[in-house]
Structures are given as structure tokens and as C-alpha cells.
């Protein structure tokens, strides 16, 4: 969670519209740090912060180590044939990995709808870096040779892959700016919607090829063996023997845009 400042907004958002709407409504929210001494900085202010911020609480662990009894998970949702169930995950600017276990954990619950901002993602760089530092006809090398595009090219290239992932997942995705540029530099949002109507066996092992063949051959172009998502998930991202970046690049551009 952080400072908070995106969780403590929320809350306040979420418990005016469905305050105002049923007296009976109560949201709860529960936020989650591995720093013990910030945990308890923000708790302190959520208690000085009135009656609307009583029902918001920050605990200290992570978010691949939280079971569901820290949600309350004796009340009814929606989904009563699967106690663990989620109806709604929410990670905000969840440092790099950080929401791809929020991804993973959600995902492992089958909850209906996923909303994530991420922050920060460092974990394809040094794959991007090294593969450039190996790859002097890269079809992208006048771009990639310069530090401040391979920057943004990780942050592209990583939720590209989340959102190809959370498709094989059974989500329909979608990943846009959520608000200006001058707010934040960490703007994007990835959101995810569980499909209730797969399509018919042979539809769908045709679709799940095509995009586990998308995920391979994007993480080839920019040379990205490992990604926490896809290693969670049991996904390959690695290509064949008889495979090379000519494939990769050549594929990508035949395929119609995600």
C-alpha cells in the first residue's frame, strides 16, 4: 500500500457512493505493507481521520503470504460455491512484482473483476539491457539503444505481457491512462474481467494458442526469459529451438493490434 494516499482516497470514494445509497452498506478496507514502522504511521492516521476511515485498516505482510481470513472471509459474497472467492482485488501502485502476485492471488480466487495501477517495473530491465547488449541487428536497436526508451519499453512490455496473461487467465482486458501525466508518471491501469461464457473447445485451444504464441513472441523481441506473472501462472515465454528474432519480429507484425 505504501503511504497509502491511493488506498485512504478510494475508500473515502467507495463508502460516500455506497454509504449514500444503502444505510446498511459498510466498506471495509484492508491494506497491505512489509514495513512494520510504516503500518503503523498510517494506521495512526486513519484513526484521526473521523468515522469515515473506522473501517480502514493496514497490516503488515505480503501480498503472495495473505490468506483470506484477513478480508473477513466469513461474510457472503458472491461467488458462494468457493469460500476463497474474491468479487473485487484493487492493487495500486503495487511496486513491480508486487502486482503481479496481487494478479496471481486474485486470479487464484477467481475474483470477477481486477483493477491495478503499476508501479515501478524493474524486473524485465536488466533482460532488455543484456539482450541489446547482444543484439547489434535488432530490429528495434535504434530505439532500444538509448537508456530512457529501454525504461519505458520495460513498463510497456511488462503489462503488455500481464494483460496477454490475464486473457489466458479467462479475463477480457483492458489498459489505459487513468489520469493526466502532470499527477502522475505512473498512470496506466490494467483492468481485468472474468469471462463467464468460454467459447467452445476447439474456439478455445485455438484462442489460448494465439496467445500464448503473442506472449512467446513478444517476450523474444525484447529478450525476456523470466517474467513473476507467467512463472506463477506455469507460462512459457520462451521459444522453441528452431525459433529466432526474425520469427519473433516477423510474427508481431502480421498480428493485428492487442
Known amino acids: 500500500c505504501g503511504r497509502g494516499y491511493l488506498t485512504f482516497s478510494l475508500h473515502s470514494y467507495l463508502s460516500k457512493k455506497f454509504g449514500a445509497m444503502n444505510d446498511s452498506c459498510s466498506v471495509e478496507t484492508q491494506g497491505i505493507d512489509r514495513r512494520p514502522k510504516l ?7 486513519a484513526q484521526n481521520l473521523g468515522n469515515e476511515f473506522k473501517t480502514i485498516n493496514f497490516i503488515e505482510g505480503t501480498i503472495g ?5 484477513l478480508f473477513g472471509y466469513n ?6 460455491e468457493n469460500a476463497n472467492s474474491l468479487d473485487i482485488l484493487i492493487a495500486l501502485h503495487a511496486c513491480d512484482c508486487a502486482t503481479d502476485d496481487a494478479i496471481w492471488f486474485a486470479i487464484g480466487r477467481e475474483a470477477d473483476i481486477i483493477v491495478t ?5 524493474h524486473e524485465l530491465r536488466p533482460q532488455i539491457d543484456d539482450h541489446m547488449v547482444n543484439s547489434s541487428n535488432h530490429p528495434l536497436g535504434e530505439v532500444l539503444r538509448h537508456a530512457i526508451y529501454r525504461e519505458r519499453a520495460t513498463e510497456t512490455v511488462t503489462d503488455a505481457m500481464r494483460s496477454i496473461l490475464l486473457e489466458i487467465a479467462g479475463y477480457s482486458t483492458q489498459v489505459f491512462e487513468f489520469i493526466g501525466g502532470e499527477h502522475t508518471a505512473k498512470n ?3 483492468t481485468a474481467t472474468k469471462v463467464k461464457r468460454h467459447r467452445a473447445g476447439a474456439e478455445q485451444e485455438s484462442y489460448l494458442r494465439e496467445r ?3 506472449l512467446v513472441d513478444l517476450a523474444q523481441l525484447y529478450g525476456i526469459k523470466r517474467q513473476r506473472l507467467a512463472t506463477l501462472m ?8 528452431g525459433d529466432n528474432l526474425k520469427t519473433a519480429a516477423r510474427n508481431l507484425s502480421r498480428m493485428a493490434p492487442l
Open 65 to 69: 503470504g495473505t490468506h483470506n481470513s
Open 117 to 121: 495501477a503499476p508501479c515501478c517495473q
Open 234 to 241: 506455469g507460462e512459457s515465454i520462451l521459444f522453441g529451438e
Open 75 to 80: 461474510q457472503l459474497h458472491q461467488n458462494a
Open 39 to 45: 503500518i503503523e504511521e498510517i494506521n495512526g492516521i
Open 188 to 190: 496506466v491501469m490494467i
Open 212 to 214: 500464448r504464441q503473442r
